[in-house]
C-alpha cells in the first residue's frame, strides 16, 4: 500500500499473506517463477473447483491469498507410506523374480 509521500512502505508479512490477490497474479508469487513450476491461475482456478483452495469472488472476479496457497499446498502434501520393516525383503523377492524370469 503506497500513500502520498511514502515510496517504498514495507508491510508485514502478514498483511502480505492475506491479501486478496487475482488468481494469476497469487500463482505468479507464490509459485516462482510459474512457468517452472507449471501453476497459473488456471491451476489456481481447478483447485477452488475441486475445493481445495480458497477463493473470494468480489465482483464477479475471483481472489485468492498467498495464505489460502500455502494452506492448500500443506493439506495437499504426499506423505510416504509407513515402513512395515519388509522393503528390504520385497526388494530382493523382485530381484529374485526379475532374475528367474
Given amino acids: 500500500m503506497i500513500r502520498e509521500g511514502v515510496k517504498d512502505e514495507v508491510l508485514p508479512m502478514s498483511a502480505v499473506a492475506d491479501r486478496p490477490l487475482r488468481q494469476h497474479v497469487a500463482a505468479e508469487k507464490y509459485f516462482d517463477p ?13 483447485m477452488a473447483d475441486q475445493g481445495k483452495l480458497r477463493i473470494y469472488r468480489v465482483a464477479g472476479k475471483d481472489f485468492t491469498t498467498l495464505a489460502d496457497i500455502d494452506e492448500a499446498v500443506r493439506n495437499s502434501a504426499m506423505t510416504a507410506p509407513a515402513d512395515d520393516g519388509r522393503a528390504a525383503e520385497r526388494c530382493e523377492a523382485a530381484i529374485e523374480v526379475l532374475r528367474k524370469g
Wanted: net charge positive; no cysteine.
Fill in 34 to 46: 510459474p512457468e517452472e513450476s507449471g501453476v497459473h491461475g488456471r491451476t489456481l482456478k481447478r
